[in-house]
C-alpha cells in the first residue's frame, strides 16, 4: 500500500519518519506548484478555503504517481476543518480516483482509537511500536523547526545574500530521499552544522518580526509566497508562533492527555478574545501580545479568504496594535495573490517598522542626552 498525505510546509518530514519506521511505503506528494491549486481551484467548491484546494492537488498528484491510501487529519471546532475530509473524499470520489482515506482524528481523552487507525496503515503494529514511532517522529519534527528557527536566525544576517537559501534547498533535495527517523535526524543535525557555520554579520541590526495566523498558511510556503525567507532576505529576523512540533506536541499529544497549558495564551487574549473561535484565531490575538512582550518589532497575520477564525482575529487585531503600540499587517491569501504586490506590502511593511525603531532610539538618546 503506498500512503501519502496532504503537503504542509515541513509537515512532511515528521509524517516519512512516522510511517517509513512502521515499514510503511511512503509517497510524500510533490511539493505544492501552481499546478496543484490549479487542479485544487478546479475541483473545490469556490469559496472553499484555500487549504482544502491545495489538499485536493496534492491528493491528485499523489494518485496520478501512484499512491493508494490518503491519511488526512480531521477534527471538529466552529470552523470548516471538521468536514475537510469528508468533502475531500467525495470530490475524489466524483472524479473517479481509486482510493482509500483514513482520517485520524485528534484523540479526544483516548489515545487507542488514533493509535489504532495508525495500526491500520501500518498493517496492524502494536501499539507500542505506534507509538515509539511517533515518539521518534516528533522528535525529528523538533529539531527540524529547530533547524527551521536556525535559518530565520541567519538568514538576514548573512554575508553572501542566498546561502542560507541554497542549503535549504539542497536539505529537502536530500530529505525527500532518506528514509527513517534515524537518518532525517542524522541529515538535520549535518545541515543545523552547516547552517550554523554560515558567514554571518554579528553586529548588523535586524527587525524581528512575528507571524501568527492560521496554520496552514504560517507553515507552507506555496501559500505564504515563502514568507519567512523574503522578510530574512529585507533584513527580518522572523519567528512563527505555530510549527509542525508546536501543533503535534500542543495540538495533538498533550491536549489528549489534557496536558496542554493554555494560562499564558488565555491571558493574553483574554481582553480582546475570551473564548474559543476554531482554528488557531485565538491565538493569533494572543500570540500578537506575546510578541510585543517579547520585544518584537512588528507581527505579521497571516489568513487564507474565507478564514472564519482568523477574520474574527483580524477584527479584533487593529486594537491589539493600537493598544501596544506593535505594528500589525494582515495578509489575506488565496489563489489570486500576487507575488509582486504581496512583496511590496512586505517591502513597505519593513520599512514602517525600520522607521519607527529609528525614531523610537533617537527619542531615546535625546531624552538620555537631555535635548
Ligand atoms: S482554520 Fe480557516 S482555513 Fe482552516 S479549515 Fe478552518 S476556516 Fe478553513
Same mark, same amino acid.
Given at each position: 500500500?503506498?500512503?501519502?498525505?496532504?503537503?504542509?510546509?515541513?509537515? #512532511?518530514?515528521?509524517?516519512?519518519s512516522v510511517?517509513?519506521d512502521l515499514?510503511? $511505503?511512503?509517497?510524500?506528494?510533490? @511539493?505544492?506548484?501552481?499546478?496543484?491549486?490549479?487542479?485544487?481551484?478546479?475541483?473545490?467548491?469556490?469559496?472553499?478555503?484555500? @487549504?482544502?484546494?491545495?489538499?485536493?492537488?496534492? *491528493?491528485?498528484?499523489?494518485?496520478?504517481?501512484?499512491?493508494?491510501?490518503?491519511?488526512?487529519?480531521?477534527?471538529?471546532? @466552529?470552523?470548516?476543518?471538521?468536514?475537510?475530509?469528508?468533502?475531500?473524499?467525495?470530490?475524489?470520489?466524483?472524479?473517479?480516483?481509486?482510493?482509500?482515506?483514513?482520517?485520524?482524528?485528534? /484523540?479526544?481523552?483516548?489515545?487507542?482509537?488514533?493509535v489504532?487507525?495508525i495500526?491500520?496503515?501500518t498493517?496492524?503494529k502494536n501499539i507500542l511500536q505506534v507509538l515509539a514511532s511517533i515518539k521518534r517522529a516528533t522528535r525529528?519534527?523538533?529539531?527540524?523547526?529547530?533547524?527551521?528557527?536556525?535559518? %530565520?536566525?541567519?538568514?538576514?544576517?548573512?554575508?553572501?545574500?542566498?546561502?542560507?537559501?541554497?542549503?535549504?534547498? $539542497?536539505?529537502?533535495?536530500?530529505?525527500?530521499?532518506?528514509?527513517g527517523s534515524g537518518?532525517?535526524?542524522?541529515?538535520?543535525?549535518? *545541515?543545523?552544522?552547516?547552517?550554523?557555520?554560515? &558567514?554571518?554579520?554579528?553586529?548588523?541590526?535586524?527587525?524581528?518580526?512575528?507571524?501568527?495566523?492560521?496554520?496552514?498558511?504560517?507553515?507552507?510556503?506555496?501559500?505564504?509566497?515563502?514568507?519567512?525567507?523574503?522578510?530574512?532576505?529585507?533584513?527580518?529576523?522572523?519567528?512563527?508562533?505555530?510549527?509542525?512540533?508546536? %501543533?503535534?506536541?500542543?495540538?495533538?499529544?498533550?491536549?489528549?492527555?489534557?496536558?496542554?497549558?493554555?494560562?499564558?495564551?488565555?491571558?493574553?487574549?483574554? /481582553?480582546?478574545?475570551?473564548?474559543?473561535?476554531?482554528?488557531?484565531?485565538?491565538?493569533?490575538?494572543?500570540?500578537?501580545?506575546? *510578541?510585543?512582550?517579547?520585544? #518584537?518589532?512588528?507581527?505579521?497575520?497571516?489568513? @487564507?479568504?474565507?478564514?472564519?477564525?482568523?477574520?474574527?482575529?483580524?477584527?479584533?487585531?487593529?486594537?491589539?496594535?493600537?493598544? *501596544?503600540?506593535?505594528?500589525?499587517?494582515?495578509?489575506?491569501?488565496?489563489?489570486?495573490?500576487?507575488?509582486?504586490?504581496?512583496?511590496?506590502?512586505? &517591502?513597505?511593511?519593513?520599512?514602517?517598522?525600520?522607521?519607527?525603531?529609528?525614531?523610537? $532610539?533617537?527619542?531615546? &538618546?535625546?531624552?538620555?542626552?537631555?535635548?
Amino acid at each position: 500500500m503506498l500512503v501519502t498525505f496532504p503537503h504542509m510546509g515541513n509537515a #512532511y518530514i515528521a509524517m516519512k519518519s512516522v510511517l517509513e519506521d512502521l515499514g510503511v $511505503e511512503v509517497l510524500v506528494p510533490p @511539493p505544492c506548484t501552481k499546478r496543484t491549486l490549479e487542479l485544487g481551484t478546479k475541483h473545490a467548491p469556490e469559496l472553499a478555503c484555500l @487549504p482544502l484546494k491545495l489538499n485536493i492537488g496534492n *491528493y491528485i498528484e499523489a494518485l496520478e504517481m501512484g499512491a493508494e491510501v490518503i491519511v488526512m487529519a480531521g477534527g471538529c471546532g @466552529p470552523c470548516r476543518f471538521g468536514y475537510y475530509a469528508e468533502v475531500q473524499r467525495e470530490i475524489l470520489q466524483d472524479l473517479g480516483c481509486n482510493f482509500k482515506m483514513v482520517v485520524l482524528e485528534r /484523540p479526544q481523552g483516548n489515545a487507542r482509537d488514533f493509535v489504532k487507525k495508525i495500526a491500520m496503515i501500518t498493517g496492524g503494529k502494536n501499539i507500542l511500536q505506534v507509538l515509539a514511532s511517533i515518539k521518534r517522529a516528533t522528535r525529528v519534527a523538533v529539531l527540524m523547526d529547530e533547524l527551521e528557527s536556525l535559518c %530565520w536566525q541567519v538568514r538576514p544576517r548573512e554575508k553572501r545574500e542566498g546561502t542560507v537559501s541554497r542549503l535549504m534547498r $539542497e536539505f529537502h533535495s536530500q530529505a525527500v530521499k532518506t528514509r527513517g527517523s534515524g537518518k532525517l535526524a542524522i541529515l538535520i543535525g549535518e *545541515y543545523k552544522n552547516r547552517i550554523s557555520r554560515v &558567514e554571518t554579520e554579528e553586529k548588523k541590526e535586524v527587525l524581528r518580526i512575528g507571524i501568527v495566523g492560521e496554520i496552514y498558511t504560517v507553515i507552507e510556503p506555496f501559500v505564504n509566497v515563502s514568507i519567512a525567507e523574503k522578510l530574512g532576505d529585507l533584513g527580518a529576523e522572523v519567528d512563527k508562533s505555530i510549527t509542525v512540533s508546536y %501543533w503535534v506536541i500542543n495540538h495533538l499529544i498533550k491536549e489528549a492527555l489534557h496536558m496542554h497549558d493554555k494560562r499564558e495564551l488565555r491571558e493574553a487574549s483574554y /481582553p480582546y478574545l475570551r473564548s474559543f473561535v476554531g482554528g488557531h484565531g485565538q491565538e493569533s490575538v494572543a500570540n500578537t501580545v506575546l *510578541y510585543k512582550r517579547r520585544g #518584537y518589532d512588528g507581527v505579521i497575520h497571516l489568513l @487564507p479568504f474565507t478564514c472564519m477564525p482568523e477574520i474574527v482575529a483580524r477584527s479584533v487585531l487593529p486594537e491589539v496594535s493600537h493598544r *501596544y503600540g506593535i505594528p500589525v499587517m494582515t495578509l489575506v491569501l488565496d489563489e489570486m495573490t500576487g507575488e509582486a504586490g504581496y512583496m511590496t506590502r512586505l &517591502e513597505a511593511f519593513v520599512d514602517l517598522i525600520r522607521r519607527k525603531k529609528e525614531m523610537k $532610539e533617537l527619542y531615546e &538618546e535625546r531624552i538620555l542626552s537631555g535635548d
